[in-house]
């Protein structure tokens, strides 16, 4: 019955847009990272990210990150100053005790920059936390 489905939620993960140098480009980027504020690993994690805006979207992205200790993060990708303007969503899935989680993330469009920046858990950064 639908009663006795159990759907875990997702707690103490997060999705944070970092602007940080790039050494390789000698530039400063926007980088997406999940970072995991829980006292477990998380496991065989998996994020998919796209970009939309009214009538125009972005490719889909899929990205397998594997497992991520307890208080740690790992990133995701870089983001191009052009897709600043959409809606970036990023729809993450784990496994942690013994469950499957999944959850979304949503950064609404000119959200991502500067003057929001803030306090980022266990990265010690200031960056942007996804809604």
Excluded: C
């Excluded at 999940?34 to 805006?53: L, M, P, T």
């Amino acid at each position: 019955m639908k009663k006795d489905i159990e759907i875990p939620i997702a707690k103490n993960v997060h999705v944070a847009i970092v602007h940080e140098w790039n050494d390789e480009f000698l530039e400063k980027n926007w980088n997406a990272y999940i970072i995991n504020d829980r006292d477990s690993k998380i496991e065989a994690v998996i994020a998919v990210s796209n970009g939309y805006e009214e009538d125009r979207k972005t490719s889909t992205m899929r990205h397998g990150l594997g497992d991520i200790p307890a208080k740690s993060f790992r990133k995701i990708e870089i983001l191009q100053e052009e897709i600043l303007a959409f809606n970036n969503e990023f729809f993450v899935t784990f496994f942690a005790d013994d469950k499957l989680y999944e959850k979304r993330f949503l950064f609404e469009k000119y959200a991502i920059s500067e003057s929001n920046l803030g306090p980022i858990p266990v990265m010690e950064l200031e960056g942007i936390l996804a809604q």
